[in-house]
């Protein structure tokens, strides 16, 4: 069972930049898709970047232009680069993986996640 860590989290002023960092204790040539999500207080976690192991990456519309999911299998990592930093991006930010292949139109859906890790907040406010 691959266990997800995250870190990078922190309070940045509006407009700032941010990238987080997820490091898987397993592989992850056997993960199909890696994803970011994120759940503010009082809302349902939502994705917001994934990144299958052939490349296809999909984002939020919310977080389109802004955020930019990679991932180095050879180092087991994953990462979000999130630029143009807004108060309403504060919230507990999540990794996640899928083993196995999803149909695109779901790519972005939480329940399409086999598990996820323990998170690290990430605050946005002057």
């Known amino acids: 069972q691959v266990q997800l860590v995250e870190s990078g989290g922190g309070l940045v002023q509006p407009g700032g930049s941010l990238t987080l960092s997820c490091a898987a204790s397993?592989?992850?040539?056997?993960?199909?898709?890696m994803g970011w999500g994120r759940q503010a207080p009082g809302e349902h976690r939502r994705t917001v970047a994934s990144?299958?192991?052939?490349?296809?990456?999909y984002v939020a519309d919310s977080v389109k232009g802004r955020f930019t999911i990679s991932r180095d299998n050879a180092k087991n990592m994953v990462y979000l680069e999130m630029n143009s930093l807004k108060p309403e991006d504060t919230a507990i930010y999540y990794c996640a993986k899928r083993v196995y292949r999803f149909e695109p139109v779901t790519a972005l859906l939480v329940s399409e996640y086999d598990s996820w890790g323990q998170g690290t907040q990430v605050t946005v406010s002057s």
């Open positions: 990144m299958t192991s052939d490349g296809v990456t």
């Open positions: 397993g592989s992850l040539s056997s993960i199909y898709a």
